[in-house]
């Protein structure tokens, strides 16, 4: 038995591939690095749905229909009360995404692709004291998430950004968010239980919760000069710093890399704060450094949170709602691996070891 069940194979899939030790990420037979530079969230969405819904699937129908999806989920966002108001983000579009009907068809996945996108700008206005704004139909995914927060239209810089990290978040084999959606699904549960299900075991800090912290480390840190001692007494106290190691890469995880690649544009175009960028520069490389030493043992990299936390920022998130932004991205990852369980029609059903006491005997 493996705590944690690591390098053990629970699922076939044709969705994504994860090579931990080349550093690579295969989306549907592309590589993200290919992937990341042209796809939009709709083609994410086309590539890794298509073959498993009721219908095949076109990017223009499926653009079409998620803007329609946008718009009709905003009536749920009434229920917005001010008990849920005092959850934090990605609790309350828990709560909300609960609410929906549980089927398993093309309709109810573009419901829930559309539920996170528009809540969670809508539960950020509302924590404002501000109304929330309706989508606009004819948008991109990210574009009409990135109008519903502040009501500007966004610049294209900003778009492609979104679009980047949605797409770049979108799969990745069997982490711990999507196992959890592949178990729900094995029973027979409809997309909304998988989804549900999903959102829950991605708020940890040990999987989707992470890149929050990752701002705190660096306001804590303040000066390049201060990273060193920081991140070692962070360490000697025992702590983990967030942003970095992985279950599955032992060398950096490529999809830092294109995050860290997605925000060039916005720094060329002044929509990032330049020294947040050489601080967090200066903090990786003390951070791999004092790893190396500490934990001679156990290759430890950057992941993908350390550069979500900036380009999150940059795009106008606050830090508590990044777990929210990541699970609009991954919803699309969670529907595809459940469709693709139920198609097998396998029931997920492992077994335990005993190891509590047994009765007397008599
Ligand atoms: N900082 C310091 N030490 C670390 C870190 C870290 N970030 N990550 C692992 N280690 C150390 C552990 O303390 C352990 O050392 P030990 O053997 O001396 O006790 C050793 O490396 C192995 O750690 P494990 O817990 O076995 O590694 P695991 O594969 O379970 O951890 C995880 C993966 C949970 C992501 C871990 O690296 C971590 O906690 N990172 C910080 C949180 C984070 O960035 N989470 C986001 C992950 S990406 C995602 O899920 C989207």
């Given at each position: 038995?493996?705590?944690g069940?690591?390098?053990?194979?629970a699922?076939?899939?044709?969705?994504?591939?994860?090579?931990?030790?080349?550093?690579?990420l295969?989306?549907?037979?592309?590589?993200?690095?290919?992937?990341?530079?042209?796809a939009?969230?709709e083609?994410a969405a086309?590539?890794?749905?298509?073959?498993?819904?009721?219908?095949?699937?076109?990017?223009?129908?499926?653009?079409?229909?998620?803007?329609?999806?946008?718009?009709?989920?905003?009536?749920?966002?009434?229920?917005?009360?001010?008990?849920?108001?005092?959850?934090?983000?990605v609790?309350?579009?828990?709560?909300?995404?609960?609410r929906?009907?549980?089927a398993?068809?093309?309709?109810?996945?573009?419901?829930?692709?559309?539920?996170?996108?528009?809540?969670l700008?809508?539960?950020?206005?509302?924590?404002?004291?501000?109304?929330?704004?309706?989508?606009?139909?004819?948008l991109?995914?990210?574009?009409?998430?990135?109008a519903?927060?502040?009501?500007?239209?966004?610049?294209?810089e900003?778009?492609?950004?979104?679009?980047a990290?949605?797409v770049?978040?979108?799969?990745?084999?069997?982490?711990?968010?999507?196992?959890?959606?592949?178990?729900?699904?094995s029973?027979?549960?409809?997309?909304?239980?998988s989804?549900?299900?999903?959102i829950?075991?991605l708020k940890?800090?040990l999987?989707?919760?992470?890149p929050?912290?990752?701002?705190?480390?660096?306001?804590?840190?303040?000066?390049?000069?201060?990273?060193?001692?920081?991140?070692?007494?962070?360490?000697?106290?025992?702590?983990?710093?967030?942003g970095f190691?992985?279950?599955?890469?032992?060398?950096?995880?490529?999809?830092?890399?294109a995050?860290?690649?997605?925000?060039?544009?916005?720094?060329?175009?002044?929509?990032?704060?330049r020294?947040?960028?050489?601080?967090?520069?200066?903090?990786?490389?003390?951070?791999?450094?004092?790893?190396?030493?500490?934990?001679?043992?156990?290759?430890?990299?950057?992941?993908?949170?350390?550069?979500?936390a900036l380009?999150?920022?940059?795009?106008?998130?606050?830090?508590?709602?990044?777990?929210?932004?990541f699970?609009?991205?991954?919803t699309?990852g969670?529907?595809a691996?459940?469709?693709e369980?139920?198609?097998?029609?396998?029931?997920?059903?492992?077994?335990?070891?005993?190891?509590?006491?047994?009765?007397?005997?008599?």
């Amino acid at each position: 038995m493996k705590n944690g069940l690591e390098d053990v194979i629970a699922a076939e899939t044709q969705l994504s591939d994860v090579d931990g030790a080349a550093g690579r990420l295969v989306i549907r037979g592309v590589s993200l690095d290919h992937l990341v530079g042209d796809a939009r969230y709709e083609d994410a969405a086309v590539l890794l749905l298509d073959g498993l819904m009721e219908q095949p699937l076109s990017e223009e129908d499926l653009r079409r229909r998620l803007g329609q999806a946008r718009a009709e989920i905003f009536a749920h966002v009434a229920a917005i009360d001010d008990g849920l108001l005092r959850l934090p983000p990605v609790d309350i579009m828990r709560a909300l995404v609960a609410r929906l009907s549980d089927a398993a068809d093309f309709a109810s996945a573009l419901r829930l692709l559309a539920a996170p996108a528009v809540f969670l700008p809508a539960i950020l206005r509302r924590k404002k004291g501000c109304e929330p704004l309706a989508p606009t139909p004819s948008l991109s995914q990210s574009a009409d998430i990135l109008a519903m927060l502040d009501g500007r239209r966004p610049s294209a810089e900003k778009v492609r950004a979104l679009d980047a990290y949605l797409v770049t978040i979108s799969d990745h084999g069997l982490n711990a968010s999507t196992f959890a959606s592949r178990v729900i699904a094995s029973t027979g549960a409809g997309l909304t239980s998988s989804v549900l299900g999903a959102i829950g075991a991605l708020k940890g800090p040990l999987h989707g919760g992470a890149p929050g912290p990752v701002l705190d480390m660096l306001d804590a840190i303040a000066t390049q000069g201060n990273a060193k001692p920081w991140l070692a007494d962070a360490l000697d106290r025992g702590e983990r710093l967030m942003g970095f190691g992985h279950r599955i890469y032992r060398v950096r995880d490529p999809r830092a890399d294109a995050l860290k690649s997605a925000l060039k544009p916005l720094i060329e175009a002044g929509e990032v704060d330049r020294g947040r960028v050489e601080l967090a520069k200066a903090v990786e490389q003390a951070a791999l450094a004092i790893l190396k030493e500490r934990k001679p043992d156990r290759p430890l990299d950057v992941n993908v949170e350390f550069y979500t936390a900036l380009l999150l920022e940059a795009l106008g998130f606050p830090r508590d709602a990044f777990t929210g932004v990541f699970a609009i991205g991954r919803t699309v990852g969670w529907i595809a691996h459940a469709r693709e369980q139920a198609l097998e029609g396998r029931l997920i059903r492992p077994r335990s070891v005993y190891v509590g006491p047994m009765p007397k005997a008599a």
